[in-house]
């Protein structure tokens, strides 16, 4: 059985830096892309960051000069490092494993979740 578990979420002030990390147990990710979604209060989960298996990135837009992706394959995990942070990063940040190796956007790429982890930033 494949788990999925976010960690690391928190209240934090506009500016602020935070990690985030996903383990994954049940299945190794070498093989699979990874990506971070996020969804705030009333609206839809949005993408934020993607790993591959060989490790290039895809960020969205509005975290790219400000969130880094990266993974441990020997760990099993994969992190976000989050600075800068905003007042409407705040958000549920979710982890999920891909059917696929390279990075995505589309949730419906992602095979795997985790059960969120909240980010709140305050201004």
């Known amino acids: 059985q494949v788990q999925v578990v976010e960690s690391g979420g928190g209240l934090v002030q506009a500016g602020d830096s935070l990690s985030l990390s996903c383990a994954v147990s049940?299945?190794?990710?070498?093989?699979?892309?990874m990506g971070w979604f996020r969804q705030a209060p009333g609206m839809e989960r949005e993408f934020v960051a993607s790993i591959s298996w060989s490790g290039g990135t895809f960020r969205a837009d509005s975290v790219r000069d400000r969130f880094t992706i990266s993974r441990d394959n020997a760990q099993n995990t994969m992190s976000l490092q989050m600075r800068s942070l905003k007042p409407e990063d705040t958000a549920v940040y979710f982890c999920a494993l891909s059917r696929r190796g390279s990075v995505s956007g589309n949730a419906a790429d992602y095979e795997f979740w985790g059960q969120g982890t909240q980010v709140t930033v305050s201004s």
């Open positions: 049940g299945r190794t990710i070498s093989a699979s892309a």
